[in-house]
């Protein structure tokens, strides 16, 4: 496996935004599953690539500008999803991309995306007056992508996204920024998923193969308005890669960083009470 590669960060270095340098530059490390930013010619950038096209298409179709990445339970992989999917976002010249951490239960972005500081983000936005989308967010520029951590607050989860400054800052980010993907919590078992959805165009579900409950996953869709369930990404998919492809890809590499997508699963379910078994390859 290659060595994880470092990457110059500018923007806050300290909890106190207005005093920071705005050229303040860091090396740091990222975390090996992030293909579309360590290897963006690889099959796994690939497959990200195809839900890249999938949301574009529906930013224009259905003008899905803000997007949260969510899954029923713990662990499915939702942080390597969203900055993957950021990730391939931004490689389109002149997009304006936006990854935001709104899981204050286990903000996650900052430590796969290896930068050192989780403050200033969302929470201290919400929270403190001074403090903005603008002057919080963390400029990836190699990446061409814009990161907003998490943040540091004391106050439950609950209450922060309960506020009105949330909606707000939503807009904002809305505003300056031509795609928002947000890293969410686990929808069943906590309810900032609930709250989230007021705020977002749609929610992309993950599903880890081998490990998400199919019984789990009917409840979380359950718990969904379908309108705003934008598709369902397969992640950790160990089937190996097409023959087509293995001339372009790394043989050294046979994780399990690719995923499948499914659009419209939601709505196809409800007509043809078809179950999650039925997925095929897309
Ligand atoms: N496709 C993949 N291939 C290999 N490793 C993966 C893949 N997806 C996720 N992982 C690894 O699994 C672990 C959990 O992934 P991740 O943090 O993205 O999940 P999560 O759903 O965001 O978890 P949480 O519920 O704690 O927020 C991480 O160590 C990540 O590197
Ligand atoms: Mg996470």
Redesign the pocket.
Known sequence: MPAPQGLTVEGPTSGDAAALPASAARRVAL?E?LASLLRPTSFEAERYRVLRHAVETMRRDAHLHVVAVT?PG????????AINLAGALAQAPGARVLLADV?FR?P?LTR?LGLEDRRPGVLDVLLQPEFTVADSVRRLAQFNLSVLPAGVGAVAPYEALKLPRFEELVEEARQRYDYVVL?T??FVPVPDGRLIAGCVDGFLV?VAAHRTPRKELAEALGLMDPAKVVGLVF??DDAPIPPYYSRYADPRRR?????RYRRGFYERRTQREESPSTWSRT
């Open positions: 975390d599953c899954s713990t662990a499915d992989g939702k942080t390597t999803t899981d286990r996650a796969q890293d919590p686990p993950v992640n950790g994780d399990r960083s690719w995923w």
